[in-house]
């Protein structure tokens, strides 16, 4: 499905009242590579008026504020209509950093939450990331209707399969 309007990206620490879906693109920042451009490009291929929140932005070191950050992240999740989690294996081992800790986190969160207030979720784990054979299970026995898909453009076409 092709449409005529291009939909809005928000990137941090911008903020917009947004008609329309808001799809919430979640996954590891530090140490991965930077899959978000690649499903921005994915997901406007396939619906040019979708509406995107990237947490993803370069910053100068003097501009990142990580309260501004959090707070930023929290709000466009809170707002979106579905939250593609992309679980990216590490590219970069930082070692002073668990690896993808505050996806760990969020997707514990939003998967309650789709438990018990249906938000929808997407998601794609990349081969290699750890923790897969775990996620795969939990959410099978808990959220047996989240579906879980290993690569970023098949997730991207339930994205659009979702909220068409």
């Keep these: ?45 396939l619906n040019s008026s979708i509406n995107i929140a990237s947490p993803r ?21 809170r707002k979106s209509s579905l939250i593609l989690f992309w679980l990216a294996k590490e590219a970069n081992h930082m070692c002073d950093r668990a690896y993808a800790q505050t996806t760990r986190v969020e997707i514990g969160e939003w998967m309650v939450r789709h438990q018990f207030q249906g938000k929808k979720l997407v998601i794609g784990i990349e081969k290699g990331y750890t923790g897969e054979k775990y996620l795969r299970r939990r959410f099978s026995q808990d959220c047996p209707g989240v579906p879980i898909l290993d690569s970023l453009e098949k997730s991207c076409k339930k994205v659009i399969e979702y909220i068409s």
């Design 1 to 45: 499905m092709h449409d005529t309007q291009r939909g809005i990206l928000l990137l941090p620490p911008e903020y917009k009242d947004i008609r329309g879906p808001l799809i919430f693109l979640a996954g590891p920042i530090q140490g991965a590579l930077d899959w978000h451009e690649c499903a921005i490009d994915c997901l406007h291929t």
């Design 57 to 77: 932005r370069t910053y100068l070191d003097e501009q990142f504020v990580y309260e501004a950050q959090v707070d930023w992240e929290t709000h466009h999740l």
